[in-house]
């Protein structure tokens, strides 16, 4: 049976993740701000294969939703069309674009434990926000035998993280587990991990190397 993937975000970044999603196989939903006749033109021109939708329409039947908003509109999504369903926080906290905000400045914790807090009751997994969005559809590599870029993800929900993972399989990628939630700050801007290509091994080796040092403050 076909997966269903929900894209929340019809930007670049949600753009090149449903070109993907649809060359991996998965039936993609996707779903702006608003009707789904504000974005039919760019999907249709930009995600061929996608299906627009409004955002409660996209996510109804998704096993996987996608958040590929700006994340200073993350609030804005109804919490309650996400419960019980996993989701996958792509989002950066870029302050020229974000803007302050002070629930994430003045907050140790790692984005998306705080964004966690804001969809209750869904199974969320930090991931593919390391990577730039050119280069999703760039270095996905399906072919194999050929060397492929890893991608780490974080969740306090195992099986919504081996969920995710066997994504990034089908996509073209190498995942690897940091395991909890809180973990996700290695894959940060301004992290030794954000926007660089690493091997599996590689990136195993910076992220057990980080997290023991995070444990040892």
Do not use: C
Not at 21 to 40: H, M, R
Request: avoid cysteine; aromatic fraction near 6%; glycine fraction near 8%.
């Amino acid at each position: 049976m076909t997966q269903t993937i929900a894209i929340l975000g019809a930007g670049r970044v949600g753009s090149s993740l449903a070109r993907v999603a649809v060359a991996s196989g998965y039936k993609v939903n996707v779903a702006g701000s608003g009707s789904a006749d504000k974005i039919a033109l760019t999907a249709e021109i930009l995600m061929p294969g996608a299906t627009p939708m409004t955002v409660a329409q996209a996510v109804k039947d998704a096993e996987i939703v996608i958040l590929a908003v700006p994340l200073h509109k993350y609030t804005e999504i109804d919490p309650q069309l996400l419960a019980g369903r996993i989701v996958i926080d792509t989002m950066n906290h870029w302050r020229p674009t974000n803007g302050a905000m002070d629930e994430l400045d003045n907050d140790p914790r790692s984005t998306s434990e705080i964004i966690a807090e804001h969809f209750t009751g869904s199974r969320l997994v930090k991931t593919l926000n390391h990577i730039g969005y050119h280069e999703i559809e760039q270095d996905a590599v399906r072919e194999a035998g050929k060397p492929r870029r890893a991608l780490a993800y974080a969740s306090d929900d195992a099986k919504a993280g081996a969920t995710v993972a066997g994504m990034l399989e089908n996509f073209g990628f190498d995942p690897v587990s940091l395991g909890t939630l809180s973990h996700g700050r290695i894959l940060e801007p301004g992290q030794e991990a954000f926007g660089v290509w690493f091997s599996k091994p590689e990136l195993e080796k910076l992220a057990r190397e980080q997290i023991s040092t995070a444990a040892s403050h």
